[in-house]
């Protein structure tokens, strides 16, 4: 499976963007996907991830309220629903697929697309 990123962008405070996340390949029902981000200068960060079969959800508080993640099973798609966006949300989004969840959480999934970057001005 690989993984292609896309929709970032430059927005303002308060904004919108969604991010998508091509897979190809078969995806199985076990299969757990998630968004990570890195800031400059500092650890990639864990967001959010879905579990590809059940399509439960999970989010860093950081990001709780705010963020949405989905998937598009018959189109092997995962978004990011970014809402309120702020300027601590400048960064790039990866997006990442694992078939174990605490792999994944951790930061070590085994898939990982090529990010997309993410501008919050204030």
């Known amino acids: 499976v690989q993984l292609q990123a896309s929709g970032g962008g430059l927005v303002q405070a308060g904004g919108s963007l969604r991010l998508s996340c091509a897979a190809s390949?078969?995806?199985?029902?076990?299969?757990?996907m998630g968004w990570f981000r890195q800031a400059p200068g500092k650890e990639r960060e864990y967001v959010a991830a879905?579990?590809?079969?059940?399509?439960?959800?999970y989010y860093s508080d950081s990001v709780k309220g705010r963020f949405t993640i989905s998937r598009d099973k018959a189109e092997n798609m995962v978004f990011l629903q970014m809402n309120n966006l702020k300027p601590e949300d400048t960064a790039i989004y990866y997006c990442?697929?694992?078939?174990?969840?605490?792999?994944?959480?951790?930061?070590?999934?085994?898939?990982w697309g090529q990010g997309t970057q993410v501008t919050v001005s204030s």
């Open positions: 879905i579990r590809w079969g059940f399509g439960t959800t």
């Open positions: 990442s697929k694992d078939s174990d969840w605490g792999t994944l959480v951790s930061g070590k999934a085994n898939v």
């Open positions: 390949g078969r995806i199985y029902s076990s299969a757990v």
